[in-house]
């Protein structure tokens, strides 16, 4: 069973910088294709970026795009969402979630996906 940590979620200032990690283990992180979502309060949740099983390819939500980057090193099995300029509208919980399609050249924020993360918080305020 794939089992998902997320970390990194913390209180930050307007304009500041978070880096979100992700911890895959159970499976080689090679054969996941791997997603960052985040839900505020009393709205849905939505996915903000992906990456593919191949690691070559990557989607974001547009209003993220240009100010969260994703990455993985398949050697630590791990996922980062690296996030910039954050502003009072990105606080929610983030997290991290996974789908096994081994070499997979593309990936969508908009997929679904099968294994989950409890999440992390990141909040942003002055």
């Known amino acids: 069973q794939l089992q998902i940590v997320e970390s990194g979620g913390d209180l930050v200032q307007p304009g500041g910088s978070l880096r979100l990690s992700c911890v895959i283990s159970g499976d080689n992180l090679g054969a996941y294709t791997v997603g960052w979502f985040r839900q505020a309060p009393g709205k849905e949740r939505e996915g903000v970026a992906c990456?593919?099983?191949?690691?070559?390819?990557?989607d974001y939500l547009p209003a993220v795009r240009g100010q969260f980057t994703i990455s993985r090193d398949v050697a630590k099995n791990a996922v980062y969402l690296q996030m910039d300029y954050l502003r009072p509208e990105d606080t929610a919980v983030y997290s991290c979630?996974?789908?096994?399609?081994?070499?997979?050249?593309?990936?969508?924020?908009?997929?679904?996906?099968?294994?989950w993360g409890h999440g992390t918080q990141v909040t942003v305020s002055s």
């Open positions: 990456i593919s099983s191949g690691g070559r390819k990557t």
């Open positions: 979630a996974a789908k096994r399609r081994p070499a997979q050249s593309y990936c969508s924020v908009a997929g679904s996906y099968d294994y």
